[in-house]
């Protein structure tokens, strides 16, 4: 009797293990078969997507989730040539979608908030952006495009403050360019201080993460002018103007006009020389001093210095249009004419030398580092 209930016992528990184990293998294999026309989509979509296909990633993409609707990445990958399509309020809508749900990993997490953020930042709704950037920039995902994001938009707001704090504490704060940009914000921001010394201090500290900032050497002289401190201006300007000679052209008016006001007029032409002697082929200090001699009557001595020089192909007209003004002045109406038609034959630029912003075209004969139109920043002078 014990031996019938036994062998009753062990039979009823193999055939629940082989029912067991079968409906696991029709399970497995009906869900396998379901996510089978998913992948392939999926698969698809990533191809079109690399050929830049869009229409036909889209496509793939919205089927790939219609049958599975756990492809994370999926979703992520619609939303983003959505939006790179100009439909940025239905990328949004798609990524903030998956913000709801979770069980998103960490890594999923990530991807969504900088996504999103430049969902945002394509709809121009730059607070929203400014949010999931900083999630993402706190979560050490993307830091590098999370920060030159967050930079954008700290500089459109000028708010120079949080743009320097953002890159002083991101992994591009040792880059040679990034020091530069740091630097000049450094320099904007004490500006909107304005509180002398105070402002100064900041512009040294700009000076100290990059030595070659013109605009902390400029904005310091006139730091000094606002108290009457006149040579204490020049001082800093010369400065920079021997430590810097191929950038010493963006202080020439500046130190123009304090020279002339003091009356030092030999100064000026001190300076031009000294610079052209460390840098023979500095076309502004070319330009300053037989600008300078001309307007003195010196026409032969201006004549030699541009007769002496090598100059660069690009600023021959350049060259050529001074010398035409020299001979002019000095009463030779008709040589002057012949060159001067010989040059607007061949375009003659309408300045001598002008800064231009990168951004936007606007264009100056005086220096800036900030464009008064779009307000972005001038690294280059």
Known sequence: MDFTLSHQLWLFTFLVVIVALAALYFYYYQRSEKKQPSRNAYLEALKYMAEKDYRRAIEKFKEAVRTDSS?????????????????????????????????????????????????????????????????????????????????????????????????????LKNDAKIQRRMALYKVMEALEENKGRESRMMMRDA???????????????DSYLKEDRLDDAINIWTEYCQKYPSKAHVLFSRLEKAWYEKGQFSKIEELYLSILKKDPENIPALMAITGFKRKKGDYEEALTLINDTQVAEQYEELIKAEEARIIFDKGQFKEAAKRMLDLLDNYLPEQTYLYACAKCGHKSEEPFWKCPKCHSLNLEI
Not at 77 to 95: F, M, P, V
Not at 107 to 125: C, F, N, R, T
Not at 208 to 221: H, L
């Open 71 to 171: 492809n994370i990445d999926a979703y992520l990958k619609l939303g983003d040539i959505l939006r790179e399509e100009g439909l940025a309020r239905n990328a949004t809508r798609i990524h903030k979608d998956l913000t709801l749900r979770g069980n998103l990993s960490e890594e999923e997490l990530q991807k969504v908030w900088y996504s999103l953020a430049l969902d945002y930042w394509s709809a121009q709704k730059y607070d929203k952006a400014e949010t999931f950037f900083k999630k993402a920039f706190d979560a050490r995902y993307r830091t590098v495009e999370a920060v030159m994001y967050l930079v954008k938009i700290y500089t459109m707001r000028q708010n120079y403050k949080m743009a320097y704090e953002v890159l002083k504490n991101s992994p």
């Open 207 to 221: 000076i100290k993460i990059d030595e070659s900032c013109s605009a902390a050497y400029a904005y310091i002289g």
